[in-house]
C-alpha cells in the first residue's frame, strides 16, 4: 500500500524552516536539491540566481514511516502562493498501476495541475487538487535497474 506524507511549500524560505524543523525534530535530510541542479530544458524559461538556490525539494524523515516533504515555490507557482494553503498531502505507491488508481479516483471532480507523467527526476508523478479542495501529489518512484 502507498505512504502519506506531508508536502510544504514556501515563498523562498524552506531551507530555513527546513533547518528549524530538524533542530526540533531531528535526524537527517534524506534528500536536498536546488532549483538550479535540475537538468535544462528548451521550454524552461530563464530561472534568476536567486530562484536557482531555492530549494526544489527536500525530505526529513520523522520516523521510519513518515517524512516531511517541501520545496520553495517560483516562477509562475509563486503567484499563487497562499500562507495557510501551502501543503498538500503527498502518497508514494508500490506501482505505476496504483499511482494511476490513486491518481484518477482521488481527482475525480476536482482539478489536475499536473497529469501523472515521467519526470526528469526519475519518477512517475502528478498533482491535483480535489473535488474538496486539498491538494495533492502522487508519485511511484520505480526500483533502480540492477
Aim: hydrophobic residues 40%; contains cysteine.
Amino acid at each position: 500500500m502507498a505512504t502519506v506524507n506531508v508536502y510544504l511549500t514556501f515563498n523562498g524560505n524552506c531551507e530555513e524552516a527546513f533547518t528549524f524543523y530538524k533542530s526540533v525534530l531531528g535526524g537527517e535530510f534524506s534528500f536536498m536539491d536546488r532549483f538550479n541542479e535540475m537538468p535544462p530544458s528548451a521550454d524552461a524559461p530563464a530561472m534568476s540566481e536567486a530562484d536557482g538556490n531555492k530549494i526544489m525539494h527536500v525530505s526529513l524523515p520523522v520516523s521510519k514511516e513518515t517524512s516531511l516533504f517541501g520545496s520553495d515555490t517560483g516562477g509562475e507557482w509563486s503567484a499563487h502562493f497562499k500562507p495557510g494553503n501551502n501543503y498538500a498531502i503527498s502518497i508514494n505507491t508500490e506501482s505505476k498501476e496504483e499511482a494511476d488508481r490513486l491518481f484518477n479516483g482521488l481527482s475525480a471532480g476536482g482539478q489536475i495541475t499536473m497529469p501523472m507523467n515521467d519526470t526528469f527526476w526519475g519518477a512517475y508523478f502528478g498533482m491535483f487538487t480535489d473535488s474538496f479542495g486539498i491538494h495533492w501529489m502522487v508519485n511511484y518512484d520505480a526500483p533502480p535497474s540492477a
